[in-house]
């Protein structure tokens, strides 16, 4: 699987990394009529080509370049980015609902605002 965007994006939806990315796999991009339903971005994994450009565009630290460098507090999200595809509204659905059993799983963490929320993770 390739790169993984995870917490610090809920709720902040920064289009850096959307605006780097050499094969469009990052969505929803913010002229696409999902960007106002869901809570993150997601990268495609068929689409992704690993190129690792959205990594330093990302001002929140939310993604990450592989499953296994991805946090164990981060994992379920994994599935997220799996899971949605862009004008598919049950795979939305899905993804998002796993959003939101992170976020409600983690009321302390989603408290602190998204850019400081990586470093929260390693402490």
Same mark, same amino acid.
């Given at each position: 699987?390739?790169?993984?965007?995870?917490? +610090?994006?809920?709720?902040?939806?920064?289009? =850096? !990394? *959307?605006?780097? &990315? %050499? $094969?469009?796999? @990052?969505?929803?991009?913010? #002229?696409?009529?999902?960007?106002?339903?869901?809570?993150?971005?997601?990268?495609? +994994?068929?689409?992704?080509?690993?190129?690792? =450009? !959205? *990594?330093?565009? &990302? %001002? $929140?630290?939310? @993604?990450?370049?592989?499953? #296994?460098?991805?946090?164990?507090?981060?994992?379920?999200?994994?599935?997220?980015?799996?899971?949605?595809?862009?004008?598919?509204? =049950?795979?939305?659905?899905?993804?998002?609902?796993?959003?939101?059993?992170?976020?409600?799983?983690?009321?302390?963490?989603?408290?602190?605002?998204?850019?400081?929320?990586?470093?929260?993770?390693?402490?």
């Amino acid at each position: 699987m390739p790169f993984i965007i995870t917490d +610090p994006c809920i709720d902040t939806k920064d289009t =850096a !990394c *959307v605006d780097v &990315c %050499p $094969v469009d796999c @990052i969505h929803p991009r913010k #002229d696409e009529p999902e960007f106002e339903q869901t809570r993150m971005l997601y990268i495609h +994994p068929e689409e992704c080509i690993d190129c690792g =450009a !959205c *990594v330093p565009a &990302c %001002p $929140v630290a939310a @993604i990450y370049d592989s499953v #296994d460098s991805t946090p164990a507090s981060q994992k379920d999200l994994i599935d997220a980015n799996f899971i949605y595809r862009n004008g598919d509204p =049950a795979t939305i659905a899905q993804a998002e609902a796993i959003v939101k059993a992170h976020a409600d799983s983690n009321p302390d963490l989603m408290a602190i605002p998204g850019p400081e929320r990586a470093a929260a993770h390693n402490r």
